[in-house]
């Protein structure tokens, strides 16, 4: 018995839960499954790492049994995600389910996907430049489509994909259910969602636009010429856990692992203009941890689920706000520990000054020191919750408390002991 059988899910679906591990429902599919069984729209946000892809994938794996007319679509912001969100789903449908489902992705086979979706695939799950593809060639009729879910909705709506977003809302019936997930979710997305959405049931699990609490964030005020010094200081005080370190181009992130692996360490790069097939290998690598280190653009800060990373480090402050989030989001999946280290040179004050006001809307905006001060030492910011261990930044650096499992699998990680200067 599962506490999921208090939902009446079809037999199937409670097998692969069981499969699959899931014992109890996480608080955020506590409260959306039965709210999206009984078919209402839903605005959801809870932390990362909390479960919002079994949120919307247990209604709609549920739907999709249930009934032999609907059909179901997930949009998510990158491929990356899109994947995660389809092994999930097809977890869901169990080994042997004769229900099609198709991965649409940009960099993918055209020819691959055209012939899955002559298949009829009764669930899509993929990112919007490719599904409009193939509405526009006559690939794919959505007129049946009636489960509609936006993951990372506020990515989902913003300026460059909402346009794509509203193509496709065309194709589908008017008469459906819409789900739109995030962990950040703004006030302007909202509003903008209203045009998506009726009359829907608005949850929140935690409060809005805050981190996972059991992850520890530290700054470090440091200089543009002493950021790389800093970073491989980080590293080697980490033992263990594998490390993201998100950058600002992908030029400096091929730039950055180069260097990295020039210095002894195991790292690897992933960003936008990448083929696809080398996405997938680096994700597959860093996964099976192969390499330890995977330094990355924003293209990585949504939605992955890798549970052996222990460590975020923002080399560089992304564009906006709700990224800071995402990011540090990476690690502290599903109630495990993890770190999160940000560096702030001077040019980046207004940035940080952003993610602040973020944070804590109701406190004063934080001191920045003057010139390009390299204090090598990380500084709790504001001393507030979630930020109230009194242990040091450097103290923590060395924490060991994460996840202990993955941490005795990183022994196989020989401990270097990294050149002071970069080669
Ligand atoms: P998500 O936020 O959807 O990426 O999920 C974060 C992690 O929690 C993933 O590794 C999921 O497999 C795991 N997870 C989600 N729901 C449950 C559940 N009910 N029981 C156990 N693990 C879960």
């Avoid at 263990?240 to 950055?256: E, H, M, P, Q, W």
């Amino acid at each position: 018995m599962t506490d999921f059988l208090q939902f009446g899910l079809p037999a199937q679906l409670t097998s692969a839960l069981e499969r699959m591990k899931y014992t109890k429902p996480t608080p955020i599919q506590e409260q959306a499954i039965p709210l999206a069984l009984k078919g209402h729209d839903i605005l959801g946000s809870a932390q990362t790492g909390t479960g919002k892809t079994a949120a919307f994938g247990i209604p709609l794996v549920a739907k999709i049994l249930n009934n032999p007319r609907g059909n179901a679509i997930v949009l998510t912001p990158t491929r990356e995600l899109a994947t995660q969100v389809m092994t999930v789903i097809t977890g869901l449908l169990g080994q042997r389910s004769f229900i099609q489902a198709a991965l649409l992705i940009g960099g993918d086979s055209m020819h691959k996907q055209t012939a899955q979706l002559k298949m009829r695939p009764r669930i899509i799950v993929g990112t919007p430049g490719r599904i409009n593809d193939h509405l526009e060639r006559g690939n794919l009729i959505l007129h049946d489509t009636n489960f509609l879910v936006l993951d990372e909705t506020d990515r989902m709506l913003d300026m460059g994909f909402g346009i794509q977003i509203d193509r496709i809302v065309k194709f589908l019936p008017p008469v459906r259910q819409t789900l739109m997930f995030s962990a950040t979710i703004p006030a302007e997305i909202v509003k903008m969602s209203a045009k998506y959405l009726k009359n829907p049931e608005r949850i929140a699990v935690g409060a809005v636009n805050k981190p996972a609490v059991k992850i520890k964030q530290d700054i470090i005020h440091v200089g543009d010429s002493s950021k790389y010094d800093e970073l491989s200081k980080q590293i080697s005080e980490r033992e263990n856990g594998s490390i993201i370190v998100f950058v600002k181009t992908k030029r400096s992130a091929d730039k950055l692992s180069e260097r990295l692996n020039k210095q002894g360490y195991k790292a690897d790069t992933i960003h936008g203009d990448l083929h696809q097939r080398k996405r997938e290998k680096v994700i597959a690598a860093y996964r099976n941890m192969k390499f330890r280190i995977l330094v990355a653009t924003d293209i990585a800060a949504r939605g992955l689920d890798i549970p052996h990373i222990e460590h975020v480090i923002n080399y560089d402050l992304p564009q906006c706000p709700e990224d800071y989030i995402h990011r540090i989001g990476r690690t502290g999946r599903n109630g495990s520990e993890g770190s999160a280290v940000c560096f702030i040179s001077p040019e980046d004050s207004m940035k940080w000054r952003a993610i602040h006001r973020l944070l804590h809307p109701n406190e004063a905006p934080p001191q920045m020191p003057r010139g390009a001060v390299s204090e090598h030492k990380p500084r709790k910011f504001g001393n507030k919750k979630p930020f109230s261990s009194n242990s040091s930044g450097k103290e923590r650096a060395g924490n060991k408390g994460g996840n202990t499992g993955d941490n005795k699998r990183f022994a196989r990680f020989p401990k270097r002991k990294p050149t002071p200067k970069a080669a």
